[in-house]
């Protein structure tokens, strides 16, 4: 839960279903229900559940999340000859470091600043066949770019969801004495990145 301004809360609240589960999205009302009803049964803080009890649930969504390996992605296709992928395509993740439409932002200004250099170098009118390899070189170059920042945002999100969300003992004894400095540094780190600026003067 992080507050955005002085009347604007961002929370959100992530668990393992079972089928019992299975009409929690029915309904805004269910949905509110359903989380605080799992949150009264934890230890957090009373002005947390007070938040909660009083956000306003049109805009909440309930999605399932899919898991992708943070280890594909040193390997993965990012680009193929002029085609490539970004965003929750390139980099999906955990809502729990709140980065994913900061770090397609990210994609969209290295992707603009590849392109935009690629075309700047073209001489005169190129034919269609050199016009797709320039893209295609600097799909390559946009892909070098950002292959291993998402793959320290897919790990980082996994890692933080998986130590705040496991209801293992051992695992909820390190999170609670030990690693609750280490997950509010890792949380507030990912967000310091440069991706650069659109100038064309720029490297990708």
Same mark, same amino acid.
């Given at each position: 839960?992080?507050?955005? /301004?002085?009347?604007?809360?961002?929370?959100?609240? !992530? $668990? @393992?279903?079972?089928?019992?589960?299975?009409?929690?999205?029915?309904?805004?009302?269910? !949905?509110?229900?359903?989380?605080?009803?799992?949150?009264?049964?934890? /230890?957090?803080?009373?002005?947390?559940?007070?938040?909660?009890?009083?956000?306003?649930? /049109?805009?909440?969504?309930?999605?399932?999340?899919?898991?992708?390996?943070?280890?594909?992605?040193?390997?993965?296709?990012?680009?193929?000859? /002029?085609?490539?992928?970004?965003?929750?395509?390139?980099?999906?993740? &955990?809502?729990?470091?709140?980065?994913?439409?900061? !770090?397609?932002?990210?994609?969209?200004?290295?992707?603009?600043?590849?392109?935009?250099?690629?075309?700047?170098?073209? &001489?005169?009118?190129?034919?269609?066949?050199? @016009?797709?390899? *320039? *893209?295609?070189?600097?799909?390559?170059?946009?892909?070098?770019?950002?292959? $291993?920042?998402?793959?320290?945002? !897919?790990?980082? @999100?996994?890692?933080?969801?998986? *130590?705040?969300? @496991?209801?293992?003992?051992?695992?909820?004894?390190?999170?609670?004495?030990?690693?609750?400095?280490?997950?509010?540094? &890792?949380?507030?780190?990912?967000?310091?990145?440069?991706?650069? &600026?659109?100038?064309?003067?720029?490297?990708?």
């Amino acid at each position: 839960m992080v507050p955005c /301004n002085d009347t604007d809360v961002y929370w959100f609240f !992530t $668990w @393992s279903p079972s089928p019992d589960d299975k009409d929690v999205d029915k309904s805004s009302a269910a !949905t509110k229900q359903f989380v605080l009803t799992k949150l009264r049964s934890t /230890n957090v803080p009373p002005q947390v559940l007070e938040a909660v009890e009083r956000s306003e649930m /049109n805009d909440v969504l309930a999605a399932p999340l899919r898991f992708r390996s943070p280890l594909s992605l040193p390997f993965a296709s990012i680009s193929k000859g /002029n085609v490539c992928v970004a965003g929750d395509a390139l980099h999906p993740t &955990t809502p729990d470091l709140a980065q994913g439409a900061c !770090t397609a932002l990210e994609d969209a200004v290295v992707l603009a600043r590849c392109l935009g250099e690629a075309l700047l170098l073209r &001489t005169g009118d190129c034919a269609a066949e050199e @016009s797709h390899r *320039v *893209v295609e070189a600097a799909l390559r170059r946009y892909a070098d770019a950002r292959r $291993w920042r998402s793959a320290q945002l !897919t790990g980082a @999100s996994y890692a933080v969801g998986f *130590v705040q969300q @496991s209801d293992h003992p051992a695992v909820g004894f390190l999170r609670d004495k030990l690693l609750s400095g280490v997950l509010a540094k &890792t949380l507030l780190m990912m967000p310091d990145y440069d991706c650069g &600026t659109l100038s064309s003067s720029g490297a990708c």
